[in-house]
């Protein structure tokens, strides 16, 4: 059997970037095929069990949009993701310090996050003053999500762009981080993970409150806890995905599990379980060959550009592709755009020295 790598935390550098580098794109595409009329949509912040009656029939009588329905179905997981890799790397790299101080982590990381969201809040407004000036009524919930707080309205939040709703959720993470799991006992990790699951079973399973849950820290426990315990014992677990054979079966067990998950509101709150069970084996198996890894691992360097260059374009690229039909045609240029342009960009966003 082929040996998959020389390390002895489950998951090396390479690894992890390959897997920033499927997430992204996991990200960017979700986000793209969320708005395209007529396109089967998974279950993101809320579930309805005819999304999934949907992609069943799409399944069974395919269209020519077909994979773009299986592509919607499957890719909402990238979020998640980097949830995970945000608690396996803080975990790895601040667990075995002297201390650290709560001021200094929180005040260091949000001011990261301001920084890094500022740049595309400013892109963002050059684009709707081209496209769509009438959107800047809403300039008031733009500071809020710039400042890390419209996550928390209750009333009436308004996430523009849209997926930069994540800067304020991983603020929130950090600040639970800090305070609840940083060497802390593993036991009290289950039990707040266990309490977020928990919380959004007694809430309608579609309505106002999910979302609100889920756009917020409650989502983000059970995947970022994973990653603080998976960096924690994740050695353990190191001899058993050592094998290429190892890991072809637990990725396919855990596909399999993926997809079950989606066909009923309780498993489909654990789903982050089975997207980490599928991520992990099949970042290993893009490691052994060269040219998958340096593709997923450029792509992962890119993450932080697409993130907040792919809202842009589809501000743009979305009407148009809805008006023209031609799905297939704008999504490559969608694709070609988002990665030649972060490309570009990257120098902009790059940490200065």
């Given at each position: 059997m082929t040996n998959l790598t020389s390390e002895q935390n489950l998951l090396s550098r390479m690894e992890c970037n390959i897997m920033r580098g499927f997430a992204i794109m996991a990200i960017a595409l979700n986000n793209f095929g969320t708005w395209l009329n007529g396109i089967v949509k998974d279950n993101e912040f809320g579930y309805d069990y005819n999304q999934v009656e949907a992609f069943m029939t799409s399944l069974k009588h395919p269209k020519d949009t077909f994979l773009l329905d299986l592509l919607a179905f499957y890719s909402p997981f990238g979020v998640m993701l980097f949830i995970f890799l945000s608690g396996y790397g803080l975990t790895l790299k601040y667990e075995g310090s002297v201390s650290l101080s709560t001021r200094k982590f929180i005040t260091e990381h949000y001011k990261k996050l301001f920084m890094m969201q500022l740049k595309g809040v400013a892109l963002f407004l050059v684009v709707i003053l081209i496209f769509d000036p009438d959107r800047l009524v809403y300039f008031r919930h733009l500071a809020g999500q710039l400042l890390m707080v419209e996550n928390l309205n209750p009333?009436?939040?308004?996430?523009?762009?849209?997926?930069?709703?994540?800067?304020?959720?991983?603020?929130?993470?950090?600040?639970?981080?800090?305070?609840?799991?940083?060497?802390?006992?593993?036991?009290?990790?289950?039990?707040?993970?266990?309490?977020s699951i928990l919380i959004m079973a007694c809430v309608g399973a579609n309505g106002k409150t999910m979302y609100y849950l889920r756009y917020n820290f409650c989502m983000a426990i059970l995947p970022f806890g994973l990653g603080v315990l998976v960096a924690r014992f994740g050695k353990r677990l190191y001899?058993?995905?050592?094998?290429?054979?190892?890991?072809?079966?637990?990725?396919?067990?855990?596909?399999?599990?993926?997809?079950?998950?989606?066909?009923?509101?309780y498993s489909w709150l654990i789903m982050p379980l089975f997207i980490i069970g599928v991520s992990i084996p099949l970042a290993k198996l893009l490691s052994i060959n060269h040219l998958t890894a340096d593709v997923f691992c450029w792509l992962g360097g890119l993450s932080g550009v697409i993130f907040l260059v792919h809202p842009l374009l589809r501000e743009v690229i979305i009407e148009r592709t809805n008006s023209s039909g031609n799905y297939y045609g704008m999504f490559l240029v969608y694709v070609f755009l988002t990665i030649s342009i972060s490309m570009i960009l990257k120098p902009l966003f790059a940490k200065r020295r």
């Open positions: 009333i009436n939040p308004k996430l523009t762009p849209g997926p930069y709703w994540f800067f304020g959720m991983i603020m929130e993470i950090y600040v639970i981080y800090r305070l609840a799991f940083y060497r802390r006992p593993t036991w009290l990790i289950f039990f707040l993970m266990l309490v001899c058993v995905l050592h094998s290429t054979t190892t890991c072809l079966l637990v990725l396919l067990l855990f596909v399999l599990l993926l997809t079950a998950c989606k066909f009923n509101f």
